[in-house]
């Protein structure tokens, strides 16, 4: 299994998204903290950009406080377990086997299921909100159950525009949109 660049940085907030950050910090630091993971999805094979991106959204979330849930492998998933990994977050992942060998090495837990790309379904369930970063037919069914659930979604590097996804025009908009709506809940 590959590793990841060792370099990647965290995110240089804009002074609103350092304050929404900080409000949910202090929320999740609070007795009625948010327990429901963040989907960070995203394509198995992501390019640079889209695991750079997914690295540092999963980060700024877990040092806020926030666990994120995935498909536990490689690309965008392993990225964003990096990236709350070394925020001292949780990184959960669903993974598809029946066995934890695919696991990337940042999963703070991983779930075999044995249940293949149906695990997508769970991924989608389990979030409080789901944050695509990428694209391809993974990512769409999990953005797609997620619109059906009616859970809030917003997307990064996205193939595909759909109704009811958010998307950002870059990495700092998407943190900031979704913490925002973090905060509001």
Same mark, same amino acid.
């Given at each position: 299994?590959? &590793?990841?660049?060792?370099?990647?940085?965290?995110?240089?907030?804009?002074?609103?998204?350092?304050?929404?950050?900080?409000?949910l910090?202090?929320r999740?630091?609070?007795?009625?903290r948010c327990?429901?993971?963040?989907?960070?999805?995203?394509? %198995?094979? %992501?390019?640079?950009?889209?695991?750079?991106?997914?690295?540092?959204?999963a980060?700024?979330l /877990?040092?806020?406080g &926030?666990?994120?849930?995935?498909?536990?492998?490689g690309?965008? &998933?392993?990225?964003?377990?990096k990236?709350?990994?070394?925020?001292?977050?949780?990184?959960?992942?669903?993974?598809?086997e029946?066995?934890?060998s695919?696991?990337?090495?940042?999963?703070?837990?991983?779930?075999?299921?044995?249940? %293949?790309?149906?695990?997508?379904?769970l991924?989608?369930?389990?979030?409080?909100?789901?944050?695509?970063?990428g694209?391809? &037919? %993974?990512?769409?069914?999990?953005?797609a159950?997620?619109? @059906?659930?009616g859970k809030? !979604?917003?997307?990064?590097?996205r193939? !595909?525009?759909?109704?009811? *996804? @958010?998307?950002?025009?870059?990495?700092?908009?998407? *943190?900031?949109w979704?913490? /925002?709506?973090?905060?509001?809940?």
């Amino acid at each position: 299994m590959p &590793m990841l660049r060792a370099d990647y940085a965290s995110l240089a907030p804009s002074p609103r998204v350092r304050e929404l950050l900080a409000q949910l910090g202090a929320r999740q630091s609070a007795p009625g903290r948010c327990r429901q993971p963040v989907g960070i999805i995203g394509p %198995g094979d %992501g390019g640079a950009e889209e695991c750079l991106a997914a690295y540092q959204v999963a980060n700024a979330l /877990a040092r806020a406080g &926030m666990s994120i849930v995935c498909g536990g492998r490689g690309g965008v &998933m392993m990225a964003a377990s990096k990236g709350a990994s070394d925020a001292g977050g949780a990184a959960i992942g669903i993974l598809p086997e029946e066995d934890v060998s695919a696991a990337n090495p940042y999963l703070t837990v991983a779930l075999p299921t044995g249940i %293949g790309e149906m695990r997508n379904a769970l991924i989608a369930r389990a979030s409080i909100c789901l944050v695509a970063i990428g694209g391809g &037919m %993974g990512t769409l069914s999990e953005v797609a159950l997620g619109l @059906k659930w009616g859970k809030e !979604i917003f997307a990064l590097h996205r193939d !595909i525009p759909l109704p009811g *996804v @958010k998307t950002a025009q870059s990495v700092d908009q998407l *943190v900031e949109w979704t913490t /925002a709506w973090l905060v509001s809940r």
